[in-house]
T-cell receptor, first 111, second 118 residues
Framework: GESVGLHLPTLSVQEGDNSIINCAYS??????FIWYKQESGKGPQFIID?????DKRQGQRVTVLLNKTVKHLSLQIAATQPGDSAVYFC??????????FGAGTQVVVTP | GAVVSQHPSWVICKSGTSVKIECRSL??????MFWYRQFPKQSLMLMAT?????????EQGVEKDKFLINHASLTLSTLTVTSAHPEDSSFYIC??????????????FGPGTRLTVL
């Protein structure tokens, strides 16, 4: 694959602090974005989604921000907990309804 | 709701054998399912789109004769890795098309199947 041998970017966060995970997407025509969480050895788990007609959406302890001008997506996790340790992927939906995944960010929560 | 299961969760096989992986949507109907593979420390790579009642659509570079996909019903898709070789060892994940609160069409993922070919 295109990222063979590449280490995932890692975000180390102290328990209780807020986490911000960033993602740049490529297709300016994408109109739907999703954040997934993947724990080791498991499939991706849906966290939150956002449409391109919005710039912010909040869930439980999570907020997604969308900046279409610079094609940037971010996920904010409030009061990060040990259970938040995982790899986080952003994904955009292309015109065929397929998901295009970003490279992922490893979040490590330290006590 | 929106649970997707995969079976088996892991499998070890000898080189040259074929392995079948099942993907089921447990509480909803999925006209479209997707198959991904994922290598360690990497993102998910889409292999093919599986449509109920029709032939699967494969992504560029994915051999359709090696990775056979059958979407037999609205709740079941299978991926068969034929004549598996060690380089086929990977984490295979399926997903089923669903709908989330923001109104978009996205995918519910299965737990994945770890394939190791000796």
């Amino acid at each position: 694959g295109e990222s063979v041998g590449l280490h995932l970017p890692t975000l180390s966060v102290q328990e209780g602090d807020n986490s911000i995970i960033n993602c740049a997407y490529s297709n300016s025509a994408s109109d739907y974005f999703i954040w997934y969480k993947q724990e080791s050895g498991k499939g991706p788990q849906f966290i939150i989604d956002i449409r391109s007609n919005m710039d912010k959406r909040q869930g439980q302890r999570v907020t997604v921000l969308l900046n279409k001008t610079v094609k940037h997506l971010s996920l904010q996790i409030a009061a990060t907990q040990p259970g938040d340790s995982a790899v986080y992927f952003c994904a955009e939906t292309d015109s065929w309804g397929k998901l295009q995944f970003g490279a992922g960010t490893q979040v490590v929560v330290t006590p | 709701g929106a649970v997707v299961s995969q079976h088996p969760s892991w499998v070890i096989c000898k080189s040259g054998t074929s392995v079948k992986i099942e993907c089921r949507s447990l509480d909803f109907q999925a006209t479209t399912m997707f198959w991904y593979r994922q290598f360690p420390k990497q993102s998910l790579m889409l292999m093919a789109t599986s449509n109920e009642g029709s032939k699967a659509t494969y992504e560029q570079g994915v051999e359709k004769d090696k990775f056979l996909i059958n979407h037999a019903s609205l709740t079941l898709s299978t991926l068969t890795v034929t004549s598996a070789h060690p380089e086929d060892s990977s984490f295979y994940i399926c997903s089923a098309h669903g709908r989330f609160l923001a109104g978009g069409d996205t995918q519910y993922f299965g737990p994945g199947t770890r394939l190791t070919v000796l």
